[in-house]
């Protein structure tokens, strides 16, 4: 059993839940309270912080804390989860340029209103966002001040498909950023992929997985 007071530093794997991964790390660790600070999608990897015994008392002061993620955005089609995931509801003909997205990122820089998308963990009236909109209800959502202090383009791979790395608030929607990006290319886009490679003072170079700490190789901070 970990009896320790610690914040573990969590490589979550794709295609599993952070509600799920704070299961699992609970069960691995032998420990009854655990919790993260700060979802991140399914497919999302990367990044995931989770308070165990008393660790779960800092929810509110790290969920705050700055984050880095490196995603990869197609531009041409738009899903209605605004990720790879979703199901294709817009598409059209496009060839983007580097000159063209470096233009204008820093019109993306600073203090902004982002509208979240419709699939997502919003409550509206005790549900989530994301329930309401798998039963094709209607999601009224309302915009939220959000902070992007960098973004740049790190890649450009083919067939409109490029890479980037944002450092933004807690609360950021990296989707939202690229279909807000594309509405500036006058066109629609799509997140295929994210990694979210920072959390505050904490980096996926000193995470651990779910197979490291089954093998008792736990990254975390003592408190």
Do not use: W
């Amino acid at each position: 059993m970990f009896d320790k007071n610690a914040i573990i530093n969590l490589n979550k794997p794709t295609g599993m839940s952070s509600f799920f991964a704070v299961k699992k790390v609970a069960r691995l660790l032998g420990v009854k309270k655990a919790g993260h600070m700060g979802t991140l999608d399914p497919l999302g990897t990367g990044v995931l912080l989770v308070g165990v015994n008393k660790g779960t008392k800092l929810f509110d002061e790290y969920l705050k804390k700055i984050k880095t993620y490196i995603a990869v955005f197609h531009f041409g089609y738009e899903t209605d989860t605004l990720d790879s995931e979703g199901s294709i509801i817009k598409s059209c003909e496009v060839d983007i340029s580097r000159h063209q997205i470096e233009k204008i990122l820093p019109s993306f820089l600073g203090k902004q209103n982002q509208m979240p998308p419709a699939f997502s963990a919003k409550k509206i009236n005790g549900q989530k966002a994301c329930d309401l909109a798998r039963k094709g209800k209607a999601v009224e959502l309302k915009p939220k001040e959000i902070e992007i202090y960098n973004i740049r383009l790190l890649r450009e791979f083919s067939d409109n498909n490029f890479q980037f790395e944002i450092t933004c608030s807690s609360g950021t929607y990296i989707r939202s950023i690229c279909r807000d990006l594309a509405g500036a290319l006058s066109t629609c886009g799509t997140m295929l992929s994210i990694i979210r490679t920072k959390c505050g003072g904490f980096s996926i170079d000193n995470s651990c997985t779910l197979h490291d700490i089954e093998q008792g190789k736990i990254s975390y901070l003592e408190l």
